[in-house]
């Protein structure tokens, strides 16, 4: 091997070793609607909603729009720990648009360490409350978590191809 190789590898191995140390940063891509609710809500409503959450620190960062509701806004929420189908009380609330039939929501919140699991098992959703159903009108379960990529991961593989790829030729 050259020794140009060997610093890459060496580097690779280095970085490995940190980034498993290290926080992972999951998604959500959350579709709201009244089905989701309990007890389902026939309503025209519907929302979606993009979540990062880090798996080590419990930052769960939310951001979302919700269009059509029967009612007005009057409240939103992460909710949790329960499965779909299942209600669950407040974990944080939502910032979002008062009084509006189609508006948006975001917040972010911290959840507790041994709660973390729950949250990338599927036992959060976001609720959109209403005047038309206090309860919730419109209700997004956080489901099918996928990893995000680091930057200084996708970096380092770069780097690794382009070496690999240098010493083929």
């Known amino acids: ?18 980034s498993l140390a290290s926080a992972d940063l999951y998604q959500f891509n959350v579709s709201l609607d009244g089905l989701q609710e309990v007890p389902p809500v026939a309503t025209p409503a519907f929302g979606s909603g993009t979540v990062l959450f880090n798996d080590v620190s419990g930052e769960m960062t939310v951001a979302g ?20 189908g299942t209600p669950a ?49 419109i209700r997004g379960q956080l489901i099918d978590p996928v990893l995000v990529p680091e930057p200084a991961s996708l970096a380092l593989l770069g780097l690794a191809g382009i070496a ?3 010493r083929r030729r």
């Open 1 to 18: 091997m050259t020794r140009r190789l060997i610093s890459v590898l060496s580097v690779i191995l280095t970085m490995s070793a940190v």
């Open 89 to 137: 009380g407040v974990v944080f609330g939502l910032t979002f648009d008062p009084g509006v039939f189609s508006g948006s929501f975001s917040g972010n919140g911290i959840i507790p360490a041994v709660r973390i699991s729950d949250v990338l098992a599927g036992q959060t959703y976001i609720n959109i409350h209403s005047t038309f159903k206090t309860g919730g009108e």
């Open 65 to 84: 729009t919700f269009t059509d509701m029967i009612g007005t806004s009057t409240n939103a929420h992460i909710h949790g720990y329960a499965p779909a």
């Open 164 to 166: 690999l790829l240098r």
